[in-house]
């Protein structure tokens, strides 16, 4: 079994370019969790999503930010217009229940911001 | 913020057993305690959790004192790939957010 799949692992983009990052969730799992982390630092939770909907987005900026799950493909983190304070690592976590602490966890996609 | 403390860091003999604490002294009744470990620049990896009952399982063993203010994350035989930052969780089943604190980094050594 393939385990939750992000992509890129690494991404670079200038100020007031577009980011955005893909996951794909772990087979069966129909959850899925964006969390970004600071260096040193513990992770933050941004958004959570089941298929085509948007359940909790309170840790997600207002401005600039988005994320979707569509029927069909993967789960899209879209950053517009980064700043520098963007720079960080993304995660992607799936779960096939809700009500679960038991988060299956991607490699995560690294955003730096020039 | 979260609702726990742990040591910024320990350190550990190859082999040895290792044991973090983690305090967690106004946890609710309805909350368990979730254990995840990050090893350097890779995601997060669910290790266990539990309410009041002491659990194991091939990974480790999590024990909570009687009032459920603290627990302890116990690897039995630690190795140099345990090295990692363990992050010690309280959450409430109804709530789907995981809670990040600083976590511990715990340096395993030969």
Same mark, same amino acid.
């Given at each position: 079994?393939?385990?939750?799949?992000?992509?890129?692992?690494?991404?670079?983009?200038?100020?007031?370019?577009?980011?955005?990052?893909?996951?794909?969730?772990?087979? #069966?799992?129909?959850?899925?969790?964006?969390?970004?982390?600071? !260096?040193? @630092? %513990?992770?933050?939770?941004?958004?959570?999503? &089941?298929?085509?909907?948007?359940?909790?987005?309170? #840790?997600?900026?207002?401005?600039?930010?988005?994320?979707?799950? !569509?029927? @069909? %493909?993967?789960?899209?983190?879209?950053?517009? &217009?980064?700043?520098?304070?963007?720079?960080?690592?993304?995660?992607?976590?799936?779960?096939?229940?809700?009500?679960?602490?038991?988060?299956?966890?991607?490699?995560?996609?690294?955003?730096?911001?020039? | 913020?979260?609702?726990?403390?742990?040591?910024?860091?320990?350190?550990?003999?190859?082999?040895?057993?290792?044991?973090?604490?983690?305090?967690?002294?106004?946890?609710?009744?309805?909350?368990?305690?979730?254990?995840?470990?990050?090893?350097?620049?890779?995601?997060?990896?669910?290790?266990?959790?539990?309410?009041?009952?002491?659990?194991?399982?091939?990974?480790?063993?999590?024990?909570?004192?009687?009032?459920?203010?603290?627990?302890?994350?116990?690897?039995?035989?630690?190795?140099?790939?345990?090295?990692?930052?363990?992050?010690?969780?309280?959450?409430?089943?109804?709530?789907?957010?995981?809670?990040?604190?600083?976590?511990?980094?715990?340096?395993?050594?030969?």
């Amino acid at each position: 079994n393939a385990g939750v799949m992000q992509n890129p692992r690494h991404l670079v983009r200038r100020r007031g370019q577009e980011a955005r990052l893909r996951c794909s969730p772990m087979k #069966g799992h129909s959850h899925v969790y964006w969390y970004r982390q600071l !260096p040193e @630092e %513990g992770l933050k939770f941004m958004v959570y999503l &089941q298929k085509e909907n948007i359940i909790d987005e309170s #840790g997600m900026p207002k401005e600039r930010f988005s994320a979707e799950f !569509p029927k @069909e %493909g993967p789960s899209i983190l879209r950053i517009q &217009q980064v700043v520098r304070g963007d720079s960080a690592a993304y995660f992607c976590a799936s779960s096939s229940r809700l009500n679960t602490g038991e988060l299956f966890f991607g490699e995560g996609s690294r955003l730096t911001v020039l | 913020d979260a609702k726990t403390t742990q040591p910024t860091s320990m350190d550990c003999a190859e082999g040895r057993a290792a044991n973090l604490p983690c305090n967690h002294s106004t946890i609710s009744g309805n909350e368990y305690v979730y254990w995840y470990r990050q090893i350097h620049s890779q995601g997060p990896q669910y290790i266990i959790h539990g309410l009041k009952n002491n659990e194991t399982n091939e990974m480790a063993s999590l024990i909570i004192t009687e009032d459920r203010k603290s627990s302890t994350l116990i690897l039995p035989h630690a190795t140099l790939r345990d090295t990692a930052v363990y992050y010690c969780i309280v959450r409430v089943d109804s709530n789907y957010q995981l809670i990040w604190g600083a976590g511990t980094k715990l340096i395993i050594k030969p």
